[in-house]
């Protein structure tokens, strides 16, 4: 299992700007269960030059490139707004980064 991790990025001077367009992109593209299970929709944090956003998924089984390919597409609603920008990024779990080493997680 992995977790997509959605960072975003923005000066403060946008925050209206990203917000409208967020309510703009839930509507145009919602929340799709058969690609994700979203375990974390979004926290902010503000740090006076920039304000951050998380959020966090996991692909359903075999879709992985689909939900790639669909996160592009709602990112790119964002691409106009300077100063906006974003990272997507693949975290393992731990279960299965220890078994890329050959080790095997404790039971919780």
């Not at 309510?23 to 503000?46: C, N, T, W």
């Amino acid at each position: 299992m992995v977790y997509i991790i959605i960072t975003a990025k923005f000066p403060p001077s946008k925050a209206k700007e990203v917000g409208k367009r967020y309510l703009e992109v839930v509507k145009k593209y919602p929340l799709d269960k058969s690609l994700e299970k979203q375990i974390f929709r979004g926290a902010i944090r503000s740090t006076g030059d920039a304000i951050t956003t998380i959020g966090i998924s996991e692909p359903r089984e075999g879709k992985m490139k689909e939900f790639i390919l669909h996160q592009q597409e709602v990112e790119a609603m964002f691409h106009d707004i300077e100063g906006f920008q974003y990272t997507i990024d693949i975290w393992f779990n731990l279960v299965e980064a220890l078994g890329v080493i050959g080790l095997e997680a404790p039971e919780e």
